[in-house]
C-alpha cells in the first residue's frame, strides 16, 4: 500500500518524461550526455535533474531547448522540452532513477539511466517475452516472482540489456498498482520490478497490450498508440550500446508480413537512424513481439545479426527461425513466461559483433534447476546469489557465494559489497571493478568468473 501510494503520488504530478521512461533506458558512459524528452504542463519550469542511485545521488548539468516535437505519430502525443544531461565523469557505474525538479514538483523516471564507465568487451542480453501478467486464470503472484526470478539471474550474470517483447501486461487502466508492481517490484511479495534490474531494460508492444480488453484489434490505431505511451512509453526506439546497434519496433498491430502499412514511419526513423547517429556498429539486434514482420524492411538497409520476438508462445524449442524468405535462420523467439519459466540468453562480442547462445542451440535457458514452476517455494534456480553477513554496510567483512548450477561458465558475473567507509578492502576469488563512496556506505563491486556447475565463495576484509 506505501508503495502504491508513493507510485500515484509521483505519476498524477502535471507534466511526464517521456523518454527515457519505461519502455526504454538510456545508456550512457560517464563524463557523456544524454537528452531527456519532456512534456510541461503550461508554466511549468523545470528546474534540475539528479541521478538517484541505490546508494548514491548525483547533481548534473543541464541545458534545455523549448518547441513542440511529435514523437509518436500514430497518436500525436508530443514533448515541449529537449533536455541535455551532462553526466559527471567521476559517475558510477550504475542504474540511476532520472528524478526532474519542476516548480511543480519532482517526476521520476524510475531506472531511466544506465551509466557504464566502459563497454563490456562481451556482455550478457537476456530476453524475456509473454508475461500476460494479471491475465484472469493464471495466479499474478507466480508470474511475478517468475519475472523477478529471471532480473535476479540477469543482476548476478550482470547482463547489461534485457529486452522484453510484448504481451507484458493486463488491464493497468483500472489497476495502477500493477504498475507499480511491474517496474519497482511487489515489496509484499518480495519481488523485483523492471526499474530494479541492473540491466538497461526495453519492452517492445505486443498484441495483447491494446486500449480495450488488452486487445489491439478492439481499438483504433491512434487509441491504442496512446494508451501505449501513457503507460509504456515508446512504440519504437532505437539505441547503442559500444558497437552493437538496437532496433525495437511494434510489429503486432494492424500489419503483413510484407508491408509495414501505418508503421512504416517506425522504419523510416530507424534507417533515418542508422545513418546518422547509429551509423557503423558491427552488430545489428532488431526486436519486436512478431518474428517475421518488419525485420526485411530492416534487414534491406543494414543486414541483421540478430531478431527477438515472442509471440507464439511455443515454438522456442525450434530456435532459430529465418525472419523472412531465404535470410539467415537470426531469429529466436522466447518462450511465454505465462506457461514456462525460461528465458533467452544471448552472448554478445562487442569486438567482432559475433554472437554465442550459452545455454545451447535454442538460446533458451532454464531458470530452475529443480523445483515445480507453479510452486515458488519449491524452487532452486540454477543461479543464486547468498551473503554470509547482512550486506548493509553494516560490517567491514563479508563473503558471498554464487551457486552456479548452470552446464555452462559464466563470464564477469558481478557482485556488490556494501561495507563501512573509511578502509581499504581486499577480495579473494574475484577483480574489483569500481569502488565508491555512497551517502552512507563505501561500494565495492566485484568481477567473478564462474566455472560450469560450480560454487564460488568471495569474500571482502579490509586491508591490514
Known sequence: MVLLLIWLSLTALCGNIVYPWRAT???????????????ADSGQAIHSIELNGPYNTLSTSISTVADNWVYDPMSGNTYTHTITVAVPADTPADRYDLVLNTSTGTITSYGGVKVVKKYKDEYY?????????FQNGHDF???????SAMIDIANIMDAQIIIETGDNMYNVINHPEREAYYFLGNDSIHTKGMAKATAATFLTPGNHDGAIANDFNKATAQQ???FFNRYWGMQSHSFKYGNGRFININNAWSLTTTSADDHQYQIDEAIGWLRGIGAGG?????????????????????????VLAGHNHHLFTNNPYSFTEGSPAVAYIAASTREYFLFNLFKINNTNGSFTT?????ASTNVLFSGTKDSPSTWVPNLKLTF???NDGSGTSNSATIENKFPFAIEGAKVRFAVPEGYDYAITNGTIDQEFDGTSVHVVDVS?????????????APTK
Open 125 to 133: 542480453l537476456v530476453h524475456m517475452s509473454d508475461g500476460h501478467l
Open 388 to 390: 554470509t553477513a547482512a
Open 224 to 226: 491504442n498508440a496512446d
Open 448 to 460: 567473478v568468473n564462474l566455472e560450469a556447475n560450480s560454487t564460488t565463495l568471495i569474500e571482502i
Open 141 to 147: 503472484d507466480v508470474l511475478l516472482k517468475r519475472k
Open 358 to 362: 550459452p545455454s545451447g542451440a535454442t
Open 282 to 306: 558491427n552488430f545489428h539486434l532488431a526486436a519486436g513481439h512478431i518474428y517475421n514482420k518488419m525485420h526485411s524492411l530492416l534487414d534491406a538497409e543494414t543486414k541483421l545479426s540478430l
Open 25 to 39: 533506458t538510456a545508456i550512457i558512459q560517464s563524463g557523456g550526455s544524454f537528452e531527456v524528452w519532456f512534456n
